[in-house]
């Protein structure tokens, strides 16, 4: 047993147990919370209400705004919605009260990355999610507001849907590390969610913003939490007048992705420094 | 009357003061409360931009009804519908047993210890949209001001009615923080022109949960267009204040604690 607890392979074996473990314990942690996430039952179908009577109003004036018909607008935000049930995220709010409380002393002390640690409790978190929120909110849409979620290619629809899952995960978490240097960062956090959410294409299609605004939100990240996987499950990829193949937008996201990793490493050397704490 | 009155007004200097510790998260939170109300005034200006349009309403007219509608929160929000994280955060921590054995009422109580200074931005925000829009908009006669002043007042009212029903909930819903989206999605409605909705679901927010009252009835008085079931929209609004304190009296007798 000790003699090949070095070798790769057992390390590989070690996190996958580490994995399955804190997987099962939040999901059974968030089980017994599962009537407040299923709110989203509630919340979603009417916020989505709202959406479809503004926009059958603006419709009713004309045929086309910015280029989308009403049925591709309705489908975005449907889309949307769906996906953010999927991509949804906490590890900033987790990761600074940790910090705040001081009880993120206890992660020093243990054998396992406080990063790999969250990530394998958000995917605890949104597999609960999945039955709870995704699956009924998805048949409600299909079935009452009869909106076409068939993605258009399935495979590069749940490889965007997967990269945005992980790029939602890598920026919120460099906003939660940012408690190393602010220890409460809730003004922060709320103004990075706001940003996010707006550039991410959450509120509105990013291409009915202004011509000089999405050439600026085509360089910025945000877009590849939410925007370019809705886009992505349509199947079609369009902002600030430019039009990417499928595979090349995914392949920007990938790119993102990697770069938000970086980001998240060297805030966390830089970070991690900072952090005192007592008792605990 | 007077104690109460110095009571609340305490309330609110000890809020500040707890608030203060962290000043620069302070006034980041309250300048982002400010920010994230004009998700709704931004959807406004993005379909007008798009040379799209509300039949019948014109920029400013929607916008003085979010302006409205945000004035409405932001001096609720601040000043009284503290009591639904309050409420909430007490009875998860077990604190709120303290609030049952003071000499006040339980819901004066709850809603002097849940000042929240942070949605003062709403306030803020609240003013200057109603401002810009009035100000692109017809000068609105002295009877316009006097219909929209008693309206608005019943706005406040209706306001108090949810957090009545969000904090009674928060009794028997130990922790669901995610009440203020319940609230965040019905309210919608009464951000946009009754008009573009249904007919069927123009009766429900006026005549079952009158969100309508919120923002779309008293803006639609001031620009001298009145809703023509407004009568009833106030009659309503009060037989769900009713309800509402029906509700959180039958919740607070409900409430069991474990001793915190």
Not at chain 1, 98 to 115: A, D, E, N, Y
Not at chain 1, 249 to 272: D, E, P
Not at chain 2, 141 to 169: C, D, P, Q, R, T
Request: contains cysteine.
């Amino acid at each position: 047993m000790i003699v090949h607890k070095n070798k790769p392979k057992n390390i590989i074996y070690r996190q996958i147990d580490i994995l399955k473990a804190t997987v099962l314990a939040t999901y059974k942690e968030w089980a017994a919370y599962r009537s407040h996430m299923a709110i989203s039952i509630f919340v979603g179908p009417v916020t989505f209400l709202v959406q479809v009577f503004i926009w059958n109003a603006v419709y009713s004036t004309g045929n086309t705004v910015s280029g989308l018909t009403l049925n591709q607008i309705i489908t975005y935000y449907g889309v949307v919605t769906i996906i953010n049930y999927l991509t949804y995220d906490s590890a900033d709010w987790n990761l600074q009260m940790l910090i705040q409380t001081g009880k993120f002393i206890t992660f020093m002390l243990r054998p396992v990355s406080h990063c790999y640690y969250a990530f394998c409790q958000k995917l605890g978190h949104r597999l609960l999610a999945l039955w709870v929120e995704f699956i009924p909110v998805y048949l409600l849409f299909l079935l009452v507001f009869k909106i076409n979620l068939v993605p258009a290619d399935l495979f590069w629809a749940l490889i965007s849907i997967t990269l945005g899952f992980i790029l939602m995960f890598l920026m919120n978490y460099c906003i939660g590390i940012t408690g190393f240097w602010l220890t409460k960062t809730e003004g922060l956090r709320r103004a990075f969610i706001l940003l996010r959410d707006l550039c991410a294409g959450v509120l509105v299609p990013l291409t009915l913003f202004p011509g000089f605004m999405q050439k600026i939100l085509f360089f910025l990240p945000f877009q590849f939490i939410t925007y370019v996987p809705t886009r992505v499950f349509i199947g079609s990829y369009e902002l600030a007048g430019i039009s990417l193949p499928i595979p090349y937008v995914v392949g920007m996201q990938a790119g993102a992705v990697i770069v938000m990793f970086l980001v998240y490493k060297l805030l966390w050397f830089l970070g991690i420094k900072r952090f005192t704490g007592v008792g605990a | 009357m007077i104690s109460a009155i110095k009571m609340h007004l305490q309330g609110i200097k000890t809020g500040l003061a707890v608030r203060m510790a962290y000043r620069a998260d302070f006034i980041i939170s309250a300048f982002i409360m400010l920010i994230s109300e004009f998700f709704g005034p931004l959807l406004t200006y993005l379909i007008y931009n798009n040379e799209a349009s509300l039949p019948g309403w014109s920029m400013y007219e929607v916008l003085l009804i979010q302006g409205v509608f945000l004035l409405s929160k932001g001096i609720s929000f601040p000043f009284f519908f503290g009591i639904v994280w309050n409420t909430l955060d007490r009875v998860q921590n077990g604190t709120f047993d303290l609030l049952l054995i003071k000499p006040r009422s339980v819901l004066q109580m709850v809603i002097v210890t849940g000042f929240d200074s942070e949605d003062l931005g709403k306030l803020i925000g609240g003013l200057a949209l109603t401002g810009i829009a009035l100000y692109r908009l017809p000068r609105p006669g002295l009877s316009e001001w006097v219909a929209f002043i008693g309206l608005f007042v019943i706005s406040l009212v209706v306001m108090f009615g949810f957090a009545l029903i969000l904090a009674g909930l928060g009794i028997v819903w130990i922790g669901n923080y995610r009440v203020y989206e319940i609230f965040s999605s019905i309210a919608n409605f009464g951000m946009y022109p009754a008009s573009i909705f249904s007919k069927s679901l123009q009766t429900v927010i006026t005549s079952v949960i009158p969100v309508a009252m919120l923002g779309f009835i008293p803006a639609s008085a001031l620009l001298g267009k009145p809703y023509e079931n407004t009568l009833y929209a106030v009659i309503i609004s009060f037989m769900f204040l009713f309800a509402s304190l029906l509700f959180w009296n039958t919740t607070l007798k409900k409430y069991t604690s474990s001793g915190g």
